[in-house]
C-alpha cells in the first residue's frame, strides 16, 4: 500500500455516507492482520485524515467528510 491515507479515504467514500467503525476500517485495510504496525499505520492514516478535514471521527466511527465527498462527485462526473 503506497498511501495508506488515500486508501481509507478511498473505503470511507466508498461508504459515504455511512459511518464504519474504526475497528471495521483496520480490519478492512489490514486483512485482518494483528500486527500492531499493520494496524497502527491505518489508525494514524485516519488521524491524519480528520486533521485534513477529509473524514470526521464520531466516537468509534468514522466517515467522509462533506467536502471530500463533494470533490470526489466532482471527479467522477
Given at each position: 500500500?503506497?498511501?495508506?491515507?488515500?486508501?481509507?479515504?478511498?473505503?470511507?467514500?466508498?461508504?459515504?455516507?455511512?459511518?464504519?467503525?474504526?475497528?471495521?476500517?483496520?480490519?478492512?485495510?489490514?486483512?485482518?492482520?494483528?500486527?500492531?504496525?499493520?494496524?497502527?499505520?491505518?489508525?494514524?492514516?485516519?488521524?491524519?485524515?480528520?486533521?485534513?478535514?477529509?473524514?470526521?471521527?464520531?466516537?468509534?466511527?468514522?466517515?467522509?467528510?462533506?467536502a471530500a465527498a463533494g470533490f470526489h462527485q466532482m471527479r467522477q462526473d
Amino acid at each position: 500500500m503506497s498511501d495508506p491515507r488515500l486508501a481509507v479515504l478511498e473505503l470511507l467514500l466508498d461508504h459515504h455516507p455511512g459511518l464504519l467503525a474504526v475497528d471495521e476500517v483496520i480490519r478492512e485495510m489490514t486483512s485482518g492482520a494483528e500486527a500492531f504496525a499493520a494496524r497502527d499505520e491505518i489508525e494514524v492514516a485516519l488521524r491524519e485524515l480528520v486533521e485534513a478535514g477529509l473524514a470526521h471521527r464520531l466516537g468509534a466511527f468514522v466517515f467522509a467528510s462533506h467536502a471530500a465527498a463533494g470533490f470526489h462527485q466532482m471527479r467522477q462526473d
